[in-house]
C-alpha cells in the first residue's frame, strides 16, 4: 500500500524531493514486510512541530521527528478490523535541514534516517525505554540505513571504468577475445570500484551474455548504461545492477553525443525511474551540466546525475575548456545542493581529468576510452594504476 506524504511546511526547496520520499517509505515499508499497511508522513515547520508536541507530548519544543501510531489513539471499537494504518510520522522540515548541516549528510540522507527512526517508533521500537531498547532501535536502523543506501558515498572519488572498447574489438572479429569480462576482473584488481557496460540496442560492442556474466563476477558494483528502451529496461529488471545510467542513445552515433534531454521527455524518464525505483535499482541520469536539467532530474526521482564532461574534454582553447568546466562546477555544486548524488565521464583521459577529480562534490569518475587505449600499450592493469594515481592525487589537493 503507498505512504503518503503531505507537506505543510513552508520552507520546502528545491532539495526537497517528494517522489524520492515516498519511494523510500515504499522501499521501507517493504523492507519491514508492512507495505500491506498505510503510512502517513506529515511534513512541517517548527513552529507546526512544536505545538503539535505541545499538545500531545507536552513538550514545548521543536523536535525533528514524531510518531503517532494508528492504534494509540484509535476507539477500541475498532478493535478486531482489517484496518491497515501504521500511523504517523511528523517531520520538521527546518530542523532536518539544520541537522544535515550539523551531521555534514546531504538533505536526502537527513530525511532518510528520520523516516527510518519514525518508522521504528511506529513499528513499536523505543530508545527511551530502556538501554536495551536503544541499542536495538540503533541496530535496526542501521541494518536498514544500509539498505536504503545500496550505492554508498564514499569520502575518495571512485573511479568506475567503462569495458565497452574490449568488446568493440572483439566484435571487429566476431571471435570470444578479448573478453570485456576479464577485462572487468583485472580493472578490479587494479583497484577500479565500478565497472560500466553500454548494452546498446545494436548491440555493437557489449552483448547479453557480457552483462549476465559481469552480473555474475563483478565484485565491486555494475553500472548498466542504457537508452530508456523497453527490451534493454527489461534486461535490467531482470539482472538488477547496482546502478543504472540512462543515455540518449541514436544508431548513427559514434559514441553518446550529448546529455540526456529529460525536460522534453519527463514522463517517459520518471516512468523508466519508477520501475527501476521498485525494483531497488538506483538511477543515474547523464546530463549536460545543465541546472534546468538537474532540478528536474532531482523532481523525478533521480538518485544520481552523470555530468557529461565531453564539452570540456574537446574544448580546444584554455578559454572555453574553463568555461566547460566551470559549468560542470557550478552543475556538480547545485545538483549536490539540491539533493542529487553527483557522477561525471566521458572524454576524460589522462590530462584532462585532474581538475575534474579534484572537485568534491563529485562521487565517481566514468572513464573508458582513454583506459582501454592506454592498455593496448601499457597493459590494462598499469592503465588503470596511472589513472588511479590521477585521481587519488586530485582528491588530496582538496
Ligand atoms: N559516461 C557515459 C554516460 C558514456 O556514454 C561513456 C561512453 O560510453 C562514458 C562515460 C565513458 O566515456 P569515455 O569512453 O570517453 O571515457
Given at each position: 500500500m503507498p505512504s503518503q506524504l503531505t507537506n505543510h511546511s513552508r520552507s520546502s526547496g528545491r532539495d526537497l524531493n517528494e517522489r524520492r520520499l515516498l519511494a523510500l517509505a515504499d522501499r521501507l515499508l517493504q523492507e519491514c514486510g508492512v507495505d500491506d499497511h498505510n503510512l502517513s508522513i506529515l511534513l512541517v515547520s517548527d513552529e507546526e512541530i512544536r505545538t503539535i508536541n505541545n499538545r500531545y507530548r507536552h513538550k514545548d519544543q521543536a523536535t525533528n521527528v514524531l510518531s503517532f501510531p494508528f492504534?494509540?489513539?484509535?476507539?477500541?471499537?475498532?478493535?478486531?478490523?482489517p484496518i491497515r494504518e501504521l500511523g504517523d510520522i511528523i517531520i520538521s522540515v527546518e530542523t532536518a535541514r539544520r541537522e544535515a548541516l550539523l551531521y555534514k549528510q546531504t538533505f536526502h540522507e537527513r530525511m532518510t534516517w528520520l523516516l527510518v527512526h519514525g518508522l521504528l517508533h511506529l513499528l513499536g521500537y523505543d530508545h527511551e525505554r530502556s538501554a536495551e531498547e536503544e541499542e536495538a532501535m540503533q541496530k535496526r536502523e542501521n541494518q536498514l540505513l544500509d539498505k536504503m543506501n545500496t550505492y554508498r558515498r564514499s569520502p575518495m572519488t571512485r573511479l568506475a571504468i567503462n569495458v565497452d572498447h574490449v568488446a568493440t574489438i572483439r566484435q571487429a572479429r566476431?571471435?570470444?577475445?578479448?573478453d570485456p569480462v576479464t577485462a572487468a576482473a583485472i580493472c578490479e584488481l587494479a583497484g577500479a570500484a565500478g565497472i560500466v557496460v553500454h548494452l546498446r540496442e545494436d548491440r555493437r560492442h557489449i552483448q547479453d551474455r557480457d552483462v549476465r556474466l559481469l552480473r555474475q563476477t563483478i565484485q565491486t558494483k555494475l553500472n548498466l548504461e542504457m537508452g530508456a528502451n523497453k527490451e534493454i529496461i527489461d534486461i535490467a529488471l531482470e539482472l538488477k545492477p547496482d546502478l543504472i545510467t540512462l543515455v540518449p542513445e541514436k544508431r548513427e552515433e559514434l559514441t553518446t553525443e550529448g546529455g540526456l534531454d529529460i525536460i522534453s521527455q519527463t514522463k517517459k524518464i520518471a516512468k523508466v525511474i519508477e520501475k527501476m525505483h521498485k525494483a531497488a535499482i538506483p538511477v543515474s541520469l547523464f546530463l549536460d551540466p545543465d541546472p534546468k536539467q538537474l532540478a528536474v532530474a532531482m523532481e523525478i526521482g533521480a538518485t544520481f546525475v552523470e555530468l557529461h564532461t565531453g564539452r570540456y574534454c574537446d574544448a580546444t582553447d584554455d578559454d572555453l575548456r574553463q568555461h566547460e568546466f566551470d559549468l560542470i562546477a557550478a552543475a556538480a555544486e547545485e545538483g549536490e545542493g539540491m539533493g542529487l548524488r553527483i557522477c561525471a565521464g566521458h572524454g576524460l583521459n589522462y590530462q584532462n581529468t585532474a581538475p575534474i577529480a579534484a572537485?568534491?562534490?563529485?562521487e565517481e569518475l566514468s572513464i573508458g576510452h582513454a583506459i582501454i587505449g592506454r592498455a593496448i600499450f601499457t597493459g590494462l592493469d598499469k592503465a588503470v594504476r596511472d589513472m588511479l594515481a590521477i585521481v587519488r592525487q586530485a582528491d588530496m589537493l582538496l
Open positions: 492504534a494509540d489513539g484509535a476507539d477500541p471499537a475498532l478493535a478486531g478490523l566476431g571471435i570470444s577475445e578479448p572537485l568534491d562534490t563529485i
